[in-house]
Nanobody, 126 residues
Framework: QVQLVESGGGLVQAGGSLRLSCVAS????????MGWFRQAPGKEREFVAY????????HYADSVKGRFTISRDNAKNAVYLQMNSLKPEDTAVYYC???????????????????WGQGTQVTVSS
């Protein structure tokens, strides 16, 4: 079993930055692909970014491309999401997930992920 805990969310003004962290416990996630998703009130959970197990392959939703950066530190069993130039429409609960397999298309779907954290709230004020 893998337990994931997100942190780093908060309230920030538009144009500001936040860095989310997701730390895993229970077992190493170095062999897992890791993703970030978000869910705004009244909306479905949507893909934000993923990084493959080796850390050399990443993919982003068009809405965050150029503003968000996903990274991982397998030695710390952690994955990060650096969010810059935040916009009010980025307001959501952000979740990290771990997937044991996947392709570019599959890793953009939340159903591919086996383990999830509890989420961290990000609120961007205008």
């Amino acid at each position: 079993q893998v337990q994931l805990v997100e942190s780093g969310g908060g309230l920030v003004q538009a144009g500001g930055s936040l860095r989310l962290s997701c730390v895993a416990s229970g077992r190493t996630v170095s062999t897992y692909h890791m993703g970030w998703f978000r869910q705004a009130p009244g909306k479905e959970r949507e893909f934000v970014a993923y990084i493959n197990s080796g850390g050399y392959g990443t993919h982003y939703a068009d809405s965050v491309k150029g503003r968000f950066t996903i990274s991982r530190d397998n030695a710390k069993n952690a994955v990060y999401l650096q969010m810059n130039s935040l916009k009010p429409e980025d307001t959501a609960v952000y979740y990290c997930g771990a997937a044991s397999y996947g392709t570019l298309i599959l890793l953009s779907r939340d159903t591919t992920y086996t383990y999830w954290g509890q989420g961290t709230q990000v609120t961007v004020s205008s």
